[in-house]
């Protein structure tokens, strides 16, 4: 997939998780649906935004991103570390952090040069080439897959 496919594809997602979370009926926002609330998943893809920035930077170095050395089960060290960092309890306040944080991460993709995009550098985790486009694509679908968990949650309620 190429940066501008790649690109509109997490806009749409990111537009689709936004209008989810913005549906919700009053209440919900710090309701937990398993672990967390959807307070606390904003708050993670807010930091995921940040660190992908940092960490892909890190890929084109050849280097294994930090939050890949020790991360827990399912990320959850990095993860608790994200959303006790991001406290903020404001809808409105969260969702403009989410949008600022995603315009530079989409600003630092737009940087990386279509060879480099998908280019090998020698990183691996668990064997899986890791290159700034699937872990870009990664976090893209990570939007998708949480509007869901939330969308099936408030159908449940």
């Known amino acids: 997939m190429k940066h501008e496919e790649s690109i509109a594809k997490f806009d749409r997602n990111l537009n689709d998780f936004v209008h989810c979370i913005q549906s919700l009926d009053d209440g919900l926002f710090s309701s937990k649906l398993k672990n967390w609330s959807p307070r606390d998943i904003i708050a993670h893809l807010i930091g995921w935004n940040e660190l992908l920035v940092k960490g892909c930077t890190l890929i084109q170095n050849g280097v294994l991103p ?92």
């Open 66 to 157: 930090f939050y890949d050395i020790d991360p827990g089960d399912d990320y959850s060290k990095v993860n608790a570390e994200i959303t006790e960092r991001i406290s903020s309890t404001d809808e409105n306040e969260l969702l403009a952090e989410l949008a600022a944080s995603a315009e530079k991460l989409k600003e630092y993709i737009e940087t990386v040069s279509s060879e480099d995009y998908s280019r090998d550098f020698g990183v691996r985790l668990n064997e899986e080439v890791m290159t700034v486009e699937n872990t870009f694509n990664g976090l893209t679908d990570d939007y998708d897959y949480h509007r869901k968990q939330i969308e099936e949650w408030r159908k449940s309620r």
